[in-house]
């Protein structure tokens, strides 16, 4: 039998309110910023991820689902949403309209990473980006937004690490002084970071293995080697956040693991953290429009992980939403019951109110069909059998109340839709 590919999942039904919580909470609070909804492409020219995510990326080096289509294009499944939002953007001259562009997403992504919890290949994110401006105030409004969205979920305990990487100014410089500090230690690197150290070495100061930690631990701070636009920049971030409440560590080893940043990095985390856990991510990336053929176009943003949000969400033991379950069930029971059912049209009737029903199938005994409606979770079902057909009655039953009661079939709908009004009022 065929299983869901590695690194999917089926999200079945009952775990369908924690991804609707969290779905809904995203589109709340990105309208409460006034942040507006995009949906691009789930592929794109293999190009733009190459150029935009960053040839040295672990994306890009061995995580992308890439393909030669039958028209010989080359085409990648999105492994990010940041360089097709700013595609779309330059495409449609977003830059026509007041700045900054506040957009967000929600998509699928697509990476070949190695599978484990809150780890997938195919996963789904929340991503928000704000185009054009490079003021520090839109950092702190995307990482507040993040904050208050991951509070609202009922997430608790969180922390934020932040960190600044400076722009093409500064960096050259900080690169050197990497370069003077590991230089010596090449022996005691791994083999990532002494290529690391030729194509990318801001990223010796994520590495996860024991051997590279001390060396990494005492690597000098970005923080300390910034420009001084970037340094009044990070200062000013800093300030905006306290301002709201909230107190970010600064991490001198946050880097991230695309090439596009420029100063602000972040990473939200939940309480118990691993390697994995992080909840979301972001950070500034000026030069990306550049990159992409546009002109200069400062640009800000995160994503989080919905599946990493669930997973927090049931770690916590986070009550979410239930979905509403069906409201009535027509139940009949015998085949002049069935031909009764029908030709009432009890279900369509409902369905015209507005009230969600579902009608009996096959031949089944009366414990079958309440057994179903129980299982089913319906408040009402609606009992027709060879007495109810010669008495021209229904019997209605209240699932929450064992008890039917005999009403004619017109009552039946009117004390469901009556019903099913009050309880949603209640709501
Ligand atoms: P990222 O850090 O690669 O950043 O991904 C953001 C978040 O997506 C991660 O923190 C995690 O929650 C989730 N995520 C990443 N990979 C997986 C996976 N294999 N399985 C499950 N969840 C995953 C970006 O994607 C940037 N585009 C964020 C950004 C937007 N920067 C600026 N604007």
Redesign the pocket.
């Known amino acids: 039998m065929y299983q869901a590919p590695r690194g999917t999942q089926d999200i079945l039904p009952e775990d369908i309110p924690y991804y609707l919580h969290v779905e809904e909470a995203a589109r709340k609070f990105a309208a409460l910023y006034g942040y507006q909804e995009v949906r691009t492409p789930t592929f794109e020219d293999s190009g733009l991820f190459r150029k935009g995510t960053g040839e040295t990326t672990d994306i890009v080096e061995k995580e992308m689902y890439s393909f030669i289509d039958k028209g010989n294009s080359d085409l990648t499944l999105r492994p990010?949403?940041?360089p097709s939002v700013m595609r779309a953007y330059l495409q449609h001259g977003l830059h026509n309209q007041p700045q900054p562009v506040r957009l967000f997403e929600l998509l699928g992504c697509f990476?070949y990473?190695r599978p484990q919890a809150?780890?997938?290949?195919e996963?789904h994110?929340f991503?928000v980006?704000a185009i054009g401006e490079d003021d520090p105030l839109v950092d702190a409004e995307l990482i507040t937004l993040f904050w208050r969205f991951c509070e609202a979920l009922g997430l608790g305990e969180l922390s934020l690490e932040l960190n600044s990487i400076g722009d093409p100014l500064c960096r050259p410089l900080y690169l050197e002084a990497l370069r003077t500090h590991y230089s010596p230690h090449l022996e005691q690197l791994c083999r990532d970071c002494r290529r690391r150290l030729a194509t990318n070495p801001l990223r010796l100061l994520d590495c996860k293995i024991p051997t590279c930690q001390p060396i990494a631990d005492t690597a000098p701070a970005f923080t300390d080697h910034l420009c001084d636009a970037c340094s009044a920049h990070f200062a000013h971030l800093q300030a905006s956040l306290k301002a709201e409440g909230i107190v970010p560590s600064v991490n001198r080893r946050l880097v991230?693991?695309?090439d596009y940043y420029t100063r602000t990095v972040f990473?939200m985390y939940p309480p118990k953290v691993g390697q994995q856990a992080?909840?979301?991510?972001?950070?500034r990336?000026d030069g990306l429009a550049e990159l992409l053929g546009g002109r200069h176009t400062p640009a800000v943003?995160?994503?989080?992980?919905i599946?990493?949000l669930v997973l927090n969400l049931k770690e916590q033991g986070v009550e979410v939403p239930a979905s509403s379950p069906t409201v009535a069930y027509i139940a009949h029971v015998g085949e002049s019951a069935e031909a009764l059912a029908v030709a009432s049209n009890f279900v369509r009737q409902l369905h015209a109110r507005g009230i969600s029903a579902i009608r009996a199938v096959g031949q089944r005994s009366l414990r079958a069909r309440l057994r179903h409606a129980d299982a089913a979770g319906v408040h009402w079902t609606v009992l027709i059998g060879d007495q109810e057909v010669s008495a021209g009655t229904v019997s209605l039953r209240d699932m929450a109340q064992r008890e039917p009661v005999g009403v004619p079939a017109a009552q039946a709908i009117d004390l469901i839709v009556a019903a099913a009004r009050e309880h949603s009022d209640d709501r």
């Open positions: 990010e949403a940041t990476r990473d809150g780890r997938w290949r996963f994110q991503d980006e991230r693991g695309l990473e992080a909840l979301g991510g972001g950070g990336y943003g995160f994503a989080s992980g599946e990493r």
